[in-house]
């Protein structure tokens, strides 16, 4: 009883501390900050915290400035904004689309997926002529989009010829497995460090590489569980009334693995944060001038002695990772 107790303590200051960080992050222009993100106090440069105004220095910042001049609470507030708008969606899409793969790899394997021949043949033609363009070489592009058009429109009579209507197998379960491995085997921090260099820093930029270098975490978790799922007596009896393996994935086979995806989304929010932040302390992916917890945390690097540009940015990453990591905790022991 105790345990429980404490537990739903832990979870009501959680959910309180992630309700203050979203709270302050979406309301943050609209707050009433005693100065701008964008300002620069050259009067109180690295200015401790929780100084009283006085006659040589008017300004209050209560929790000091870094060595630009710059407010640490104004970054604070406007650093949560940060993580709204880049960890947030990129863990939304990174957990849709590890679902979509986990789900149809964990249902499907490697052979439970059919496409017919012409539908392979399409597809085929699409590649070369994908890789015509890109080798800047005109007369086998045309060649093949030409082709490209001519199957596509009579895909449907071809579809009457016997050897046309058979099907191969796609290998889906090999295929997301060797992405996820591939990805893997590159540590994610030097693959997005990387992948930065070779591209301008932006929101979109960096919430396209955040989602495309963690989609193998849901999809892990969630191919397990649908592997789980398949073999359950009702998905037998599901196919044995006549339904497709498409109404049986999507209406009854995934419905049963959402509470895994409900438990890695705060999982991989906070896997994500932590990555943001760690990447603005870099100086890679947000555009120059946005604040940010990891930018506060940087700006410690002028001045080592300016303890409270470790101390509050830190306080805020580790009681956010922790909040959300005890809503995981939670709904697995739940």
Same mark, same amino acid.
């Given at each position: 009883?105790?345990?429980?107790?404490? *537990?739903?303590?832990?979870?009501?200051?959680?959910?309180?501390?992630?309700?203050?960080?979203? #709270?302050?992050?979406?309301?943050? !222009?609209?707050?009433?900050?005693?100065?701008?993100?964008?300002?620069?106090?050259?009067?109180?440069?690295?200015?401790?915290?929780?100084?009283?105004?006085?006659?040589?220095?008017?300004?209050?910042?209560?929790? *000091?400035?870094?060595?630009?001049?710059?407010? @640490?609470?104004?970054?604070?507030?406007?650093?949560?904004?940060?993580?709204?708008?880049? #960890?947030? !969606?990129?863990?939304?899409?990174?957990?849709?689309?590890?679902?979509?793969? *986990? #789900?149809?790899?964990?249902?499907?394997?490697?052979?439970?997926?059919?496409?017919?021949?012409?539908?392979?043949?399409?597809? %085929?033609?699409?590649?070369?002529?994908?890789?015509?363009?890109?080798?800047?070489? !005109?007369?086998?592009?045309?060649?093949?989009?030409?082709?490209?058009?001519?199957?596509?429109?009579? #895909?449907?009579?071809?579809?009457?010829?016997?050897?046309?209507?058979?099907?191969?197998?796609?290998?889906?379960?090999?295929? @997301?497995? *060797?992405?996820? %491995?591939?990805?893997?085997?590159?540590?994610?921090?030097?693959?997005?460090?990387?992948?930065?260099?070779?591209?301008?820093?932006?929101?979109?930029?960096?919430?396209?590489?955040?989602?495309?270098?963690?989609?193998?975490?849901?999809?892990?978790?969630?191919?397990?569980?649908?592997?789980?799922?398949?073999?359950?007596?009702?998905?037998?009896?599901?196919?044995?009334?006549?339904?497709?393996?498409?109404?049986?994935?999507?209406?009854?086979?995934?419905?049963?693995?959402?509470?895994?995806?409900?438990?890695?989304?705060?999982?991989?929010?906070?896997?994500?944060?932590?990555?943001?932040?760690?990447?603005?302390?870099?100086?890679?992916?947000?555009?120059?001038?946005? !604040?940010?917890?990891?930018?506060?945390?940087?700006?410690?690097?002028?001045?080592?002695?300016?303890?409270?540009?470790?101390?509050?940015?830190?306080?805020?990453?580790?009681?956010?990772?922790?909040?959300?990591?005890?809503?995981?905790?939670?709904?697995?022991?739940?």
């Amino acid at each position: 009883m105790r345990l429980h107790k404490k *537990g739903s303590t832990l979870q009501m200051i959680a959910i309180g501390w992630l309700l203050l960080v979203a #709270s302050v992050g979406l309301l943050a !222009p609209w707050l009433p900050l005693p100065f701008p993100p964008d300002s620069v106090d050259l009067n109180n440069i690295a200015q401790s915290p929780f100084l009283p105004p006085s006659d040589v220095k008017p300004s209050r910042h209560w929790l *000091g400035t870094d060595g630009y001049g710059r407010d @640490v609470l104004t970054a604070l507030v406007y650093g949560a904004r940060t993580a709204l708008l880049v #960890s947030l !969606p990129a863990a939304f899409a990174a957990t849709v689309l590890g679902t979509f793969l *986990g #789900s149809t790899a964990g249902f499907w394997g490697n052979s439970g997926f059919h496409i017919p021949i012409v539908y392979w043949l399409i597809t %085929s033609l699409l590649f070369l002529g994908a890789v015509g363009l890109a080798s800047d070489f !005109p007369p086998l592009w045309w060649t093949l989009l030409l082709g490209l058009v001519a199957v596509t429109v009579i #895909s449907k009579p071809l579809m009457r010829i016997p050897m046309l209507r058979l099907s191969w197998p796609l290998p889906i379960d090999r295929l @997301v497995l *060797g992405a996820a %491995s591939l990805l893997a085997s590159v540590p994610r921090l030097v693959l997005i460090l990387a992948l930065a260099a070779v591209q301008d820093s932006s929101l979109i930029g960096l919430f396209l590489l955040l989602t495309f270098t963690y989609w193998p975490e849901p999809a892990h978790l969630v191919r397990a569980e649908l592997l789980r799922v398949r073999a359950l007596p009702y998905i037998e009896s599901a196919r044995a009334i006549g339904l497709s393996g498409g109404q049986i994935l999507w209406r009854h086979a995934l419905p049963n693995a959402w509470r895994t995806v409900r438990t890695a989304f705060p999982l991989s929010l906070s896997d994500l944060i932590g990555l943001e932040t760690t990447l603005s302390f870099l100086g890679v992916g947000l555009p120059s001038g946005m !604040p940010s917890w990891g930018r506060t945390l940087a700006a410690a690097r002028l001045d080592p002695t300016a303890w409270w540009l470790i101390i509050f940015p830190a306080l805020a990453l580790a009681g956010t990772t922790l909040a959300l990591r005890q809503l995981t905790a939670n709904r697995i022991t739940a």
